[in-house]
Structure formats: structure tokens, C-alpha cells
């Protein structure tokens, strides 16, 4: 059977859920990062894009934050384009580390493999794996072409962000030498943590992660631009990453409330993906204990429940676009 769903109802479900969760003073910003815990705690954007090219949003949703770790879902897409989907499970892996996202504890753990792309481990090997290799220069312009491609639209590299970073990364150079160690960083260690630190460091707003989620769900063509960014036979592998290690260690507690995979960043953004059917995001500083931001949890979740969309029931849903 076949849902139909109104345009009118769910642009009221977020503008609903941008009303209810507005208010709400829980968590803290991320402080562990000098430059993310002075960003304004009050912002509060929500943004839904459809494969037709549709987006609707509500509050700031324009304002730049840092992407932070949903770049690692960007970059692990550039990967998967470069390499293919056997080459990334074998060299990284896809495998949920139930551990928290900067953990070192989870390589040793893995048996020296950085487990998914989507923790900081396997990040930093994407990273070293994304070519040209040894140019440092190229592979900066692959990674921030392909996050444009997928966005419709350029990222900005928040220049303070990014020294913020590379003045405090002390874990993140312990990890990347560990995994050297191992073996699993395909280029220069050094080159591979500076890359990933300026990725974390650009600038994105909520519209622009709703856009790259809705490339995603819509098998690799981007609905604003209508560029053709990667093969759809890989937004299954990348939905399947992003259900199964996107909210870090609460990925299970998250995917069973909610019914949406999506990728959480410490400066605040969430990213999901329904497959065919949408992509959404939200942006909103404080974070819960395990660094996902807690009003864009609530907002997600709200829309998600009331309008009865989960990955993983049988409904079958199509949206109404001219109601
Ligand atoms: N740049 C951050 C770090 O490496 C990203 C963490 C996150 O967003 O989860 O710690």
C-alpha cells in the first residue's frame, strides 16, 4: 500500500517542530574546540530537499557552521567514487565501533583496523586513501570539489575553525599515528590529519547538508543542480554507513526512535537520508553528552514520528506535491 502525503503537511510537521523544539536550553556546545564553543547556542535551522528539487526551511538556515564530522560521510562518498565499495571495506571497513567517535580504545579493539569511515579513525585513513596521492593540493581540491557537488554549492573554510583545530588535535595525531602504525594510512600520515582537520573545518549551512542528503537519497544526482555526482548503486552502501555509525556510539538507540540514518558533527549539524524519498538537516549548537546536537535530535525525530516516514517499515510513501 502506498502512502500519500501532502507538501502542506509536512512543510507544517517542520515548521511545527522548529516552534516546539526552539525553546529548549538542554546541552552544551562543543568546548573540547576553542572556536565551536563561542558559536551563538540559540541558532536554530531546519531544512527538508526532495528529489524533485523542492527544499523548505525554517530559521537559520543559512548560517555557515562548522560540518565537522558529517564531512566524514562527504569524504567516505569520494572514496567509494575513487575506489568502490569492495576497496573501502577492505582498506577502512564498515563495521559500527559502539565506542565514542575520537576512541583509540576501538582500533586496538578492531584488531588495528579503523572500522567505518565515519568515525575519526577511519576518517583520517579516507583521507590518506582519497587521490591524487602525495599531493596535498589535489586531494584538497577532490575533497571540497566533491562536498561542493553534493552540497550544489561551495563550502567555506572557516579559517579560525580550522587553526582552533589544528592547535588542539592532540588525539586525532595519536590516532593517525597508531593507524600508520598499522598500516592503514595509504599516504602521508601528517598530509592525511591535516587534510581531515581542514574538511571538519569548513563552513556549511543547513540547506546546503539537506541538498547533499538529498543527493544521496536521490541515487547520486543532486536535485538543485542536477549534477550527476556519484553511481547509484552506492547509496545503499552509504546509507547502510551512515545507519549504522552515525550517532556514534547511540546509532542504535537513534535509528530506533527515529527510523532515519543520519550523521551527526560536533559543531552542531545533523544530516539524514530517507532513500528516494528526502533528504533533511539541522543545525543547532549544544550537543548531548555524546556530541549530537540535542535540538536537531528532537526536531529530526518529531518530523520523522508524526508523519510516520522510517527506513525500515513497509509503507510505501510518495509526496504530494501539489497539495
Ligand atoms: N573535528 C572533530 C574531531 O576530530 C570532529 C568530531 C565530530 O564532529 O564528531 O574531533
Given at each position: 500500500m502506498i502512502?500519500r502525503?501532502?507538501?502542506?503537511?509536512?512543510?507544517?510537521?517542520?515548521?511545527?517542530a522548529?516552534?516546539?523544539?526552539?525553546?529548549?536550553?538542554?546541552?552544551?556546545?562543543?568546548n573540547?574546540?576553542p572556536?565551536?564553543?563561542n558559536?551563538?547556542?540559540?541558532?536554530?535551522?531546519?531544512?527538508?530537499?526532495?528529489?524533485?528539487?523542492?527544499?523548505?526551511?525554517?530559521?537559520d538556515?543559512?548560517?555557515?557552521f562548522?560540518?565537522?564530522?558529517?564531512?566524514?560521510?562527504?569524504?567516505?562518498?569520494?572514496?567509494?567514487?575513487?575506489?568502490?565499495?569492495?576497496?573501502?571495506?577492505?582498506?577502512?571497513?564498515?563495521?559500527?565501533?559502539?565506542?565514542?567517535?575520537?576512541?583509540?580504545?576501538?582500533?586496538?579493539l578492531?584488531n588495528?583496523?579503523?572500522?567505518?569511515?565515519?568515525?575519526?579513525?577511519?576518517?583520517?585513513?579516507?583521507?590518506?586513501m582519497?587521490?591524487?596521492?602525495?599531493?596535498?593540493?589535489?586531494?584538497w581540491?577532490?575533497?571540497?570539489?566533491?562536498?561542493?557537488?553534493?552540497?550544489?554549492?561551495?563550502?567555506q573554510?572557516i579559517?579560525?575553525?580550522?587553526?582552533?583545530?589544528?592547535?588542539?588535535?592532540f588525539?586525532?595525531?595519536?590516532?593517525?599515528w597508531?593507524l600508520?602504525n598499522?598500516?592503514?594510512?595509504?599516504?602521508?600520515?601528517d598530509?592525511?590529519?591535516?587534510?581531515?582537520?581542514?574538511?571538519?573545518s569548513?563552513?556549511?549551512t543547513?540547506?546546503?547538508?539537506?541538498?547533499?542528503g538529498?543527493?544521496?537519497?536521490?541515487n547520486?544526482?543532486?536535485?538543485?543542480?542536477?549534477?550527476?555526482?556519484?553511481?547509484?548503486?552506492l547509496?545503499?552502501?552509504?546509507?547502510?554507513?551512515?545507519?549504522?555509525?552515525?550517532?556514534?556510539?547511540?546509532?542504535g538507540?537513534?535509528i530506533?526512535?527515529?527510523?532515519?540514518?543520519?550523521?551527526?558533527?560536533?559543531?552542531?549539524?545533523?544530516?539524514?537520508?530517507?532513500?528516494?524519498?528526502?533528504g533533511?538537516?539541522s543545525?543547532?549548537?549544544?550537543?548531548?553528552?555524546?556530541?549530537?546536537?540535542?535540538?536537531?535530535?528532537?526536531?529530526?525525530?518529531?518530523v520523522?514520528?508524526?508523519?510516520?516516514?522510517?527506513?525500515?517499515?513497509?509503507?510505501?510513501?510518495?509526496?504530494?506535491?501539489?497539495?
Amino acid at each position: 500500500m502506498i502512502t500519500r502525503i501532502p507538501f502542506s503537511q509536512i512543510k507544517a510537521t517542520i515548521d511545527e517542530a522548529y516552534e516546539k523544539f526552539k525553546p529548549n536550553k538542554d546541552g552544551a556546545n562543543a568546548n573540547y574546540i576553542p572556536y565551536l564553543a563561542n558559536v551563538p547556542s540559540d541558532l536554530f535551522g531546519l531544512a527538508i530537499c526532495f528529489p524533485n528539487g523542492t527544499v523548505y526551511e525554517v530559521g537559520d538556515t543559512k548560517f555557515a557552521f562548522g560540518i565537522e564530522s558529517v564531512s566524514k560521510v562527504h569524504t567516505a562518498i569520494l572514496v567509494l567514487r575513487q575506489y568502490g565499495a569492495a576497496t573501502l571495506l577492505e582498506k577502512i571497513g564498515a563495521d559500527a565501533t559502539g565506542l565514542p567517535f575520537n576512541s583509540i580504545y576501538a582500533i586496538l579493539l578492531e584488531n588495528d583496523h579503523p572500522s567505518t569511515p565515519l568515525v575519526n579513525a577511519g576518517a583520517i585513513s579516507a583521507c590518506s586513501m582519497v587521490q591524487p596521492l602525495g599531493d596535498s593540493d589535489g586531494k584538497w581540491k577532490a575533497i571540497v570539489d566533491n562536498i561542493t557537488d553534493l552540497c550544489g554549492s561551495a563550502p567555506q573554510l572557516i579559517d579560525e575553525l580550522y587553526k582552533s583545530e589544528s592547535d588542539t588535535n592532540f588525539n586525532n595525531k595519536a590516532i593517525t599515528w597508531l593507524l600508520k602504525n598499522y598500516g592503514r594510512i595509504y599516504d602521508n600520515p601528517d598530509m592525511a590529519l591535516d587534510l581531515y582537520t581542514r574538511q571538519c573545518s569548513l563552513g556549511v549551512t543547513a540547506s546546503q547538508l539537506a541538498i547533499a542528503g538529498a543527493t544521496i537519497a536521490n541515487n547520486g544526482t543532486n536535485p538543485v543542480t542536477k549534477t550527476k555526482v556519484f553511481d547509484g548503486s552506492l547509496t545503499p552502501k552509504i546509507t547502510s554507513l551512515i545507519s549504522t555509525v552515525g550517532f556514534y556510539e547511540h546509532t542504535g538507540d537513534w535509528i530506533y526512535k527515529s527510523g532515519i540514518p543520519a550523521k551527526t558533527g560536533v559543531g552542531g549539524g545533523i544530516m539524514g537520508v530517507l532513500p528516494g524519498l528526502f533528504g533533511i538537516a539541522s543545525f543547532a549548537p549544544p550537543l548531548d553528552g555524546s556530541g549530537n546536537s540535542v535540538k536537531g535530535q528532537l526536531a529530526i525525530k518529531y518530523v520523522m514520528n508524526k508523519l510516520g516516514f522510517n527506513l525500515f517499515g513497509a509503507e510505501k510513501f510518495e509526496i504530494d506535491f501539489d497539495k
